[in-house]
């Protein structure tokens, strides 16, 4: 068997053009190459709908660790963060499949259908608190004001967060969620400060839960402790995992959904007249600015990739961000169209990682831009180009969005 590494092309994805917008060189990629090299990575990238589709599913790849990041620290650093690792471990998604496993069946015990789409009056409710808080002043960060508080408030309900301390959860999430970004040591450290915070708090209500059940998730947690299906150390990583994973991704789908609206004012119109459609663009939102731009995942087998046979502990990017604008499956991939059907996406995932997630994310946008759309019609941009960040490799993040209405 010849080598990848030798014989596929490899491509700079840290190139300061490619970190502004990848989707020119995706595009060429996905065009010539089913798959390529990631030198700086030491990785292959996937960028063909069929070929992300056919990994997200095969069970001979495992998710890739988010420790394979600190990895590429200096030993002593390395030796610095152990508390991180060691928490990260745990976190459902980035275990092992029985563990994820273990974790998914819990976990469907309280995100039934009927549990989410119970929810939608409370995630109204709390869209129009969070209007309220600014149509005084006629205009907001849609990012700050609406975006991040929504769902970390649905998520800190469901866990039976005291309201009084949601402001600290989203502080500790906002560091937490610099364990996506590679090898900043000082990011890094920010992250087990606040991990390590967020689990002594939550080793409190804990024990609470213990004492006096409610009807909330963290009881759920604790019922399943007493049966012997998980222990503490799960319990309060995964706790952490959901705090701050239960509203990031759903913060920049809501924030990105509504730029992508911004940037295509005909389907803005189309939604702003017929709420019906309100479903189908954020579906459309999801393959286009979806919260995921990639996915890990490593071989534990020997695997066929477009021709070409990888040994077992290749790690792989499935390039979702490129699937999704994949020609040979969407037709006119770069219009974004809130009445696209069939709508084939992969921004939830596949397989035995599809993310738990998705049914709250996707009630929780509809809610949202319904309840938006309903009080300000006139929303628009009041910025000129989208204030982003960008997180290597191909991820971005929107970090304000200032509208008027």
């Known amino acids: 068997m010849s080598d990848p590494a030798v014989t596929l092309p490899s491509y700079d994805l840290f190139d300061p053009e490619v970190l502004r917008d990848p989707m020119p060189l995706l595009r060429e990629i996905r065009a010539e190459s089913p798959v390529c090299l990631l030198p700086q990575l030491g990785a292959y990238l996937v960028t063909r709908h069929a070929d992300v589709v056919s990994l997200l599913k095969d ?8 420790s394979q990041g600190l990895n ?27 563990d994820h496993v273990r974790f998914q069946q819990l976990l469907k015990r309280y995100f039934t259908p009927a549990t989410v789409n119970g929810l939608r009056p409370r995630i109204r ?14 205009r907001m960060d849609v990012v700050a004001d609406l975006a991040y508080p929504l769902p970390a408030n649905v998520i800190a309900e469901m866990l039976g967060m005291p309201t009084s301390h949601r402001e600290q959860l989203q502080a500790w999430s906002r560091d937490i969620m610099a364990v996506f970004r590679l090898a900043d040591i000082d990011l890094l450290r920010m992250s087990q400060r606040s991990v390590l915070e967020m689990q002594d708090y939550l080793r409190g209500l804990v024990q609470q839960r213990r004492d006096e059940p409610r009807d909330d998730l963290l009881s759920v947690f604790v019922a399943a402790e007493r049966e012997g299906l998980v222990n503490e150390d799960e319990i309060v990583a995964n706790c952490v995992l959901l705090l701050f994973a239960g509203h990031e991704t759903t913060a920049n789908l809501i924030a990105n959904g509504l730029a992508l609206l911004f940037d295509n004012p005909d389907q803005f119109a189309l939604l702003k007249s017929d709420p019906a459609l309100t479903p189908g663009a954020v579906e459309e939102m999801l393959r286009c600015g979806g919260p995921a731009s990639t996915v890990v995942r490593v071989s534990t087998e020997p695997v066929e990739v477009g021709g070409v046979e990888f040994p077992a502990g290749t790690q792989f990017y499935l390039a979702m961000v490129a699937g999704n604008h994949d020609p040979e499956v969407f037709e006119d991939p770069e ?65 304000t969005l200032n509208v008027r209405f």
């Open 125 to 138: 409710e709390l869209t129009g608190e969070l209007l309220d808080a600014v149509a005084p002043r006629g």
């Open 335 to 399: 219009r974004f169209d809130i009445r696209r059907k069939p709508n084939r996406h992969t921004a939830f995932g596949l397989g035995s990682f599809y993310c738990l997630g998705a049914a709250l994310a996707r009630t929780e946008t509809d809610e949202c831009f319904r309840v938006l759309l309903e009080r300000c019609p006139d929303i628009r941009p009041d910025y000129d180009t989208p204030d982003r960040i960008s997180i290597p490799p191909l991820g971005q993040r929107l970090v």
């Open 59 to 66: 069970k001979r790849l495992t998710t890739g660790n988010l």
């Open 72 to 98: 590429r620290l200096s030993q002593a650093e390395q030796d610095e963060l152990i508390p991180l690792r060691t928490s990260m471990a745990l976190w459902m998604g980035h275990t092992n499949e029985e």
